[in-house]
């Protein structure tokens, strides 16, 4: 999976996906998570499965789903005290909730599908 992690500057994504990208590591899951920023969005938007939007971006959350919609990527707005989520496992946790979590059952008519572990 790959998660863009957009801020204002690039400082604080720069934080929290280095501390996604470890917490994913030490579950065995091979997730990407790079830095972005407001005005690099357009451009990082087709290189993510997923954005994580710092919370003093929520007033541009809208035409970050929308834009995000028409690729076919998930969007999660991050919690304001996510700077103190140190070790990464609360802000994983926030994308399992979004796009469920390796081994997770696929919704759909027939048998239960499981859903592969990321690469």
Known sequence: MRILVVCGAGA???????RVRHAA??????????AGTEQSLPIDLDAADVVLVGPHLAHALERIERDAAARGTKVVLLPPDVFGDLDGARTLSLIHDVVGAPGDRLPGPGPAVERPAPD
């Not at 590591?25 to 790079?34: N, V």
């Open 25 to 34: 590591h030490d579950r065995g899951l091979s997730y990407t998570a790079f």
């Open 12 to 18: 604080s994504s720069t934080f929290v996906a280095q």
